[in-house]
């Protein structure tokens, strides 16, 4: 470097530098304040070049051939050269004395200290060209003519070698030079301009990692709870300037830094760099996102197999969002489900859909045919075997079997079998007409709190939920606790005479309906069913848990339900103590005969009346659809389950059926699967006995066994089958889980969100135990890569 000054508050430095054709170049170089964030390099500043001639040559391996001036010295200086004991041909360095052949060797490289160590002599440097040793420190900067320090010599007398450098490396002439070199490495004695320049620079790195570390980390903070950056003002000191700004005047307050860079920086304006405005927290955000998407990519591809999870719903200003999650194994053995981000506006066909996930999946390079499952809801354009969207990605992946969702499916079997009869839908329909009478009123909500209040055992009414039907149990659960404190309220409103005559007659009306035999045997019948159903789905929707559990707790539901069939009389009996009633609603009542046609002969049609007509006509119906569609929606899932399913049950098989079965998995996986995966699960069968009972009571239990065990080596076939099973989704809560975080993301005051940055802040949220894993000092790195300018004249 040969000068430098200020130019605007930034440093400008001028060096001379040596062009590939041997000529001089003048350089002119603006330092940036993010240059200082990437280190001291001239590839991310803004340069000016210009040209003059002199011969000049950067150092070679070759000491000989060495051009000692300024420049190279600095060069050395900043890059010493090691020696390399391994690259020294030993063989060509013979010489003759006399009728005698000496030649070097590794020891005359290596220092031998009194205690026995050896150490390298790291100060000698070997010229082939000149079969001769020199003294890289003596060379540069010896103070008196040394044998090493001579360019046009060195030393080569091999008969006298060792004498001689520990003679040399403990003279006074070695030690002075080995002093200059130090100090020029340190800086000392470099002048100085160039002293000053560097401490600008390391005060500069200094001082932008610290800006904008505090940056990272209130974004961080922000992102990973969803919780909304700006406000209707941009300026520091405002009470409307949003979460972002207001977390940094809170540190500021206790950080002295961070408040001096705001008083200094802070409301300039644009043009002004400071970091802190909102175009840098958004390129935040974005790189925050990308960077933890880059590692959500790599643990995929490192485990190859995965499955696909896709669901859409609206936001709140109606564009529809399409989620696309992934489930995977992680190394642990474990499952793993991550939240890639949304697409918007792709549209409900399966072509739609296709198109947008090959371009989501191409962007992110991960390639589609080993994709070994998928689990979507039950709509048509995703389960349709023609043109639904797993039919279409089967198309790349063969093998990339449709999954239904299985808390979704369990949802449907309830809705249906309360459809099927006139008492289940009227039941639910009463029940909501009881919590929006209520709860249209506080008056009204506080006189049944007040009652339920006084006791313990009760909870407040609930309101049904149209999607997630097994939580209608929370209604069923408040109303068999709480059925007399609402018949409390609803007395106490019809008796209020200051209450309007609608309201008194509303209540009137929903109390005759819950007062009959009919509302509280219904009540007693579903409150133990979907108790187990909202238990089960819960089970369902977990991330820990295999096609083979599905078809365990679908097969257990199937088994109560056709026990419960024959309760009829428990639950009748628990009704009429209930409401102290003893008739159905249809008892006492005429009963209307249908009008026979002239052409119609006699017959002993029989009406049911009484308990026989609840029983055979509500009771039954409802019980066996639900018998019956557990049934048929389990086959979804027992076919898939079936090819892997044998691998649990080993000690109960012979040879004969685990090769069977080994011969119809490697059918149905060629490309994963070889023959000799046939033979090792004939071996596994013994190694499996060892394994407690615990950890091969699932299959995700077994594979995280055989991951973090020594056996992975032997059997690694059977580990990609585990590996290959365990990733297959059985439901798609994951992207149910994402419409929750979105809805909170873009509310109605944050609707004018875009896309973008709206699944940015959704992966942010979402995947925030990774973005705690990630170093701010590499986001910090990429960020100042991306801003950086060059300019070449």
């Known amino acids: ?297 790599s643990e995929i591809k490192e485990r190859k197999y995965f499955s696909l999870i896709v669901d859409s719903t609206p936001d709140v200003t109606t564009r529809d969002q399409l989620t696309v999650a992934i489930r995977y194994i992680s190394n642990e053995g474990l499952p793993v489900e991550r939240f890639l981000g949304f697409i918007p506006s792709v549209g409900h066909k399966g072509s739609d859909m296709e198109q947008a996930l090959l371009k989501k999946f191409c962007e992110l390079n991960i390639d589609l045919k080993f994709c070994r499952g998928q689990s979507y809801d039950n709509a048509s354009n995703m389960s349709g075997v023609y043109n639904g969207l797993q039919t279409r990605i089967k198309n790349y992946s063969s093998t990339a079997f449709f999954v239904p969702c299985s808390a979704h499916s369990l949802n449907l079997i309830g809705s249906n079998a309360a459809d099927t009869t006139q008492e289940g839908t009227k039941f639910f329909f009463i029940c909501q007409a009881i919590y929006n009478f209520f709860s249209v009123s506080t008056f009204r909500w506080n006189i049944l709190t007040n009652i339920i209040e006084k006791n313990p055992g009760c909870v407040k009414i609930k309101k049904l939920c149209s999607t997630r039907w097994s939580s209608r149990y929370d209604v069923c659960r408040a109303m068999c606790n709480g059925y007399a404190q609402v018949l409390s309220a609803l007395n106490t409103i019809c008796d209020d005479e200051g209450q309007k005559k609608d309201t008194r007659h509303e209540a009137r009306s929903i109390k005759n309906k819950i007062e009959s035999l009919n509302f509280c045997f219904m009540i007693c019948m579903w409150t133990p069913i979907l108790q187990r159903f909202n238990a089960t789905s819960i089970s369902l929707q977990s991330i820990d848990i295999d096609l083979a559990t599905v078809v365990t707790l679908y097969d257990s539901l199937e088994k109560y339900v056709e026990d419960f069939r024959e309760r009829f009389d428990v639950y009748l009996e628990q009704a009429k103590t209930m409401c102290s009633k ?50 048929e929606r389990k086959l979804s899932y027992t076919d898939i389950n079936n090819n892997f399913g044998f691998i649990l049950k080993l000690d109960t098989l012979d040879t004969n059926g685990i090769r069977e079965s080994a011969k119809n998995l490697v059918k149905i996986y060629p490309e994963d699967l070889n023959e000799t995966f046939i033979e090792e699960l004939v071996q596994f069968k013994n190694i499996l006995n060892l394994f407690s009972k615990e950890d091969k009571s699932s299959f995700i239990s077994l ?78 790195h990429k960020f100042a890569v991306l801003k950086s300018r060059k300019k070449l004249i």
């Open 1 to 297: 470097m040969i000068d430098s000054f200020g130019v605007g508050g930034r440093i400008v430095a001028i060096f001379g530098l040596e062009t590939e054709s041997g000529s001089r170049t003048l350089m002119l170089v603006l330092v940036h304040p993010l240059m200082s964030l990437i280190g001291y390099t001239l590839a991310h500043a803004e340069i000016t070049v210009y040209d003059f001639n002199e011969k000049s040559q950067i150092p070679g391996p070759d000491p000989v051939k060495w051009n000692l001036n300024l420049d190279s010295i600095n060069f050395l200086l900043a890059n010493p050269p090691k020696i390399d004991i391994s690259t020294i041909p030993f063989a060509e360095t013979k010489r003759m004395f006399g009728n005698i052949s000496r030649r070097l060797t590794p020891d005359h490289f290596m220092r031998k200290l009194q205690n026995g160590e050896k150490k390298l002599r790291e100060w000698i440097l070997y010229s082939p060209s000149k079969n001769a040793l020199f003294c890289l420190q003596c060379l540069l900067f010896s103070p008196k003519p040394t044998v090493f320090g001579n360019k046009n010599e060195g030393f080569i007398n091999w008969k006298k070698c060792n004498e001689s450098l520990q003679e040399h490396e403990t003279s006074k002439t070695h030690a002075e030079s080995v002093r200059i070199w130090f100090s020029r490495i340190k800086k000392e004695d470099r002048g100085v301009i160039d002293l000053e320049l560097k401490l600008n620079i390391e005060n500069q790195i200094s001082y932008w990692k610290n800006v904008l570390y505090r940056v990272v980390e209130t974004v961080s903070f922000l992102a990973s709870r969803g919780l909304a950056f700006r406000g209707n003002s941009h300026n520091f000191g405002s009470k409307q300037n949003g979460n972002y700004l207001g977390c940094l005047e809170l540190v500021a307050k206790f950080d002295p830094f961070l408040s001096a860079h705001i008083a200094n920086y802070g409301n300039k304006g644009k043009g002004n760099v400071s970091y802190l405005s909102s175009n840098i927290c958004d390129e935040f955000i974005s790189l925050m996102s990308d960077t933890v998407i880059d590692k959500i990519v």
């Open 703 to 780: 594979l995280k066994c055989l991951t973090n065990s020594s056996l992975l080596t032997t059997f690694p076939n059977v580990e990609i089958v585990l590996r290959i099973f365990c990733c297959m989704a059985s439901s798609n809560a994951s992207g149910e889980r994402s419409f929750s975080v979105l809805k909170r993301i873009k509310n109605y005051l944050r609707s004018a969100l875009v896309d973008e940055k709206m699944s940015s802040l959704s992966i942010l949220n979402i995947e925030s135990d990774i973005l705690q894993q990630i170093d701010w000092s590499d986001i910090i």
């Open 582 to 631: 003893q008739l159905f609603s249809w008892d006492g009542v005429r009963q209307k005969k249908r009008n026979k046609f002239f052409d119609e002969t006699e017959s002993n049609e029989e009406l049911l009346g009484g308990e026989q007509k609840m029983k055979c006509e509500v009771f039954y119906v409802i019980i066996d659809k639900l018998a019956m569609n557990l049934r």
